[in-house]
C-alpha cells in the first residue's frame, strides 16, 4: 500500500496559518519610554526638532512647543513634517504650535511636543509601565492579549470609555477619556475634586475622591482633580495612577480598551 501523500489544501492552509501568526505578532514600532510626572515620555523627532514627547491621547492635536519652534526658525501657528519614533516614520504630520509652558513643571527635561491621538489613533498601542514601553501594531495584527475588555469610543477626538465616581454625596457617570499624560486616577470636568484656580490642571497636586467605578470593578479613593481643559461633552479623564495598575491596549480601530494583568 503506498503511504497517503498530505493533501496540498492542508499543507498550504498550514503554512498560510503561520503566515498569519508570524504577521499578528510583529508590530510596527517599538520604543522604552518613562513614566514621568504622570505622562509616558518618549523620544522623538519631527523634522530637526528632536527630544522628549509625550504620548499623550487625551491631545486630540500632535502640538510641538513653541518655544521650540522658534529655535527651529518656524514663525508659522502650524506646519506639516516629518514624524519619527518608536520605529515609525510619518511624512507629512499635520503639527499645531502650542505654548507647553503650563505643563513644563515638574519634567527633568524641556517636553519638545505631545504626539496626539490624532496620530495614535491609527494603531493599536499597547503600553507596559513596568519597564515602561510602548508598542505598536497596524490595525489587526496585534497579538491576543487577555484581559478585561471595556468598549472605547471616540469623542471630540479622544478615546473614552464608560465610567461613575462619587464623592460620597454626589455620583457622576459617563464617558472618561484614555489620558496617558495626566497623574491624577480621575480628572473631572466639573468642580467634584478641587484644585487651584489658575495653572495647568494637569500640574495640580492630586486630592482625592471616594470611588471610581469601570467595567464593574470598585476602586477606592483614587487620586483626583479637575479637568477644566476637558470638553463638556466627556465626564472626565482617567489618568496614570489608576491606568499603570494594567498593561493597556488601546485599540482605538477596534473599538476596545483591555486592561490585562502586569508582567510578573
Known amino acids: 500500500?503506498?503511504?497517503?501523500?498530505?493533501?496540498?489544501?492542508?499543507?498550504?492552509?498550514?503554512?498560510?496559518?503561520?503566515?498569519?501568526?508570524?504577521?499578528?505578532?510583529?508590530?510596527?514600532g517599538s520604543v522604552g519610554c518613562l513614566l514621568e510626572n504622570g505622562a509616558v515620555v518618549v523620544?522623538?523627532?519631527?523634522?530637526?526638532?528632536?527630544?522628549d514627547w509625550l504620548i499623550d491621547f487625551a491631545a486630540p492635536q500632535t502640538l510641538l512647543h513653541e518655544t521650540r519652534a522658534q529655535k527651529e526658525g518656524i514663525a508659522e501657528p502650524a506646519l506639516v513634517g516629518d514624524l519619527r519614533f518608536a520605529g515609525l516614520a510619518l511624512p507629512s504630520t499635520p503639527v499645531t504650535v502650542a505654548n507647553l509652558d503650563p505643563r513644563a513643571p515638574g519634567f527633568v527635561t524641556p517636553i519638545v511636543g505631545v504626539i496626539g491621538d490624532d496620530v495614535l489613533s491609527r494603531y493599536v498601542v499597547d503600553i507596559d509601565f513596568e519597564p515602561c514601553r510602548v508598542t505598536f501594531h497596524a490595525p489587526g495584527t496585534a497579538p491576543r492579549l487577555k484581559g478585561q475588555r471595556l468598549p472605547l469610543a471616540r469623542i471630540e477626538g479622544r478615546p473614552t470609555v464608560r465610567a461613575a465616581v462619587s464623592d460620597g454625596r454626589r455620583a457622576l457617570a459617563g464617558a472618561f477619556v484614555v489620558d496617558t499624560a495626566s497623574k491624577a486616577a480621575v480628572r473631572l470636568s466639573i468642580p467634584t475634586a478641587h484644585g487651584p484656580d489658575d495653572g495647568d490642571p494637569r500640574q495640580w497636586s492630586p486630592t482625592w475622591i471616594r470611588a471610581l467605578s469601570i467595567g464593574g470593578d470598585l476602586f477606592e479613593k483614587p487620586s483626583a482633580a479637575r479637568g477644566a481643559e476637558l470638553p463638556a461633552s466627556v465626564a472626565g479623564a482617567l489618568g496614570t495612577d489608576w491606568l499603570r495598575r494594567y498593561r493597556l491596549r488601546i485599540d482605538t480601530p477596534g473599538g476596545r480598551l483591555i486592561l490585562a494583568k502586569?508582567?510578573?
Not at 493533501?7 to 503554512?15: D, E, N, T, W
Not at 523620544?43 to 527630544?51: K, R, S, T
Open 1 to 28: 500500500m503506498r503511504p497517503r501523500r498530505p493533501c496540498i489544501a492542508v499543507i498550504v492552509a498550514g503554512a498560510a496559518g503561520l503566515a498569519a501568526t508570524a504577521s499578528r505578532a510583529a508590530p510596527v
Open 262 to 264: 502586569p508582567r510578573p
Open 43 to 51: 523620544p522623538a523627532i519631527l523634522d530637526q526638532a528632536g527630544g
